[in-house]
T-cell receptor
Framework: GAVVSQHPSWVICKSGTSVKIECRSL??????MFWYRQFPKQSLMLMAT?????????EQGVEKDKFLINHASLTLSTLTVTSAHPEDSSFYIC????????????FGPGTRLTVL | EDQVTQSPEALRLQEGESSSLNCSYT??????LFWYRQDPGKGPEFLFT?????EEKEKERLKATLTKKESFLHITAPKPEDSATYLC????????????WGAGTKLIIKP
């Protein structure tokens, strides 16, 4: 149980284009999901908290207009990197609390974004 | 300020050589301490959740323990497939599921 999927697993795009990453909870509902980015040899950096049916909450320093988050259903959150630039190249990972009374967050497999 | 510190940064062991990883934390009202394993290019894989001092949990060659200031992840007779980065995170009492993360310990088990 508590499986989280992400799509795509990797994407390469040209500078200036937009990229959408999907995060799905497969066997549970998630009113809250989290989006992280991770640079090589570094730990996870929380970017934003995605709330179903309401606006996302962004961490300090994260541009809301650049990283658009939509949590349209209880099983799907999307992160769109708009007008991507090479400095946006990173490993993006989503997570969700596993449901019920558990506090445990379960993570997706991650999406490797490379912007040329 | 809530903080999580993991040590060592990296640990190289021979296969079968047992050891421990440390996670020290300062947090207001601990609601949970979490251990994850992360392989290169993959998302973190959940291992354990600990809630109160004195609690212990085991899974195969791994055992996690918790005190009021730190947690240990003990690895008994490790195998090369245990090589990974081990991440520790805590959930403060006032957080909305948000976690405070340590920098991780990279474990390498040589055959």
């Amino acid at each position: 149980g508590a499986v989280v999927s992400q799509h795509p697993s990797w994407v390469i795009c040209k500078s200036g284009t937009s990229v959408k990453i999907e995060c799905r909870s497969l066997d549970f509902q998630a009113t809250t999901m989290f989006w992280y980015r991770q640079f090589p040899k570094q730990s996870l950096m929380l970017m934003a908290t995605s709330n179903e049916g309401s606006k996302a909450t962004y961490e300090q320093g994260v541009e809301k207009d650049k990283f658009l988050i939509n949590h349209a259903s209880l099983t799907l959150s999307t992160l769109t990197v708009t007008s991507a630039h090479p400095e946006d190249s990173s490993f993006y990972i989503c997570s969700a609390p596993g449901g019920g009374a558990t506090d445990t967050q379960y993570f997706g497999p991650g999406t490797r974004l490379t912007v040329l | 300020e809530d903080q999580v510190t993991q040590s060592p940064e990296a640990l190289r062991l021979q296969e079968g050589e047992s050891s421990s990883l440390n996670c020290s934390y300062t947090v207001s009202g601990l609601r949970g301490l979490f251990w994850y394993r992360q392989d290169p290019g993959k998302g973190p894989e959940f291992l354990f959740t600990l809630y109160s001092a004195g609690e212990e949990k085991e899974k195969e060659r791994l055992k996690a323990t918790l005190t009021k200031k730190e947690s240990f992840l003990h690895i008994t007779a490790p195998k090369p497939e245990d090589s990974a980065t081990y991440l520790c995170a805590v959930r403060p009492g006032d957080s909305n599921y948000q976690l405070i993360w340590g920098a991780g310990t990279k474990l390498i088990i040589k055959p």
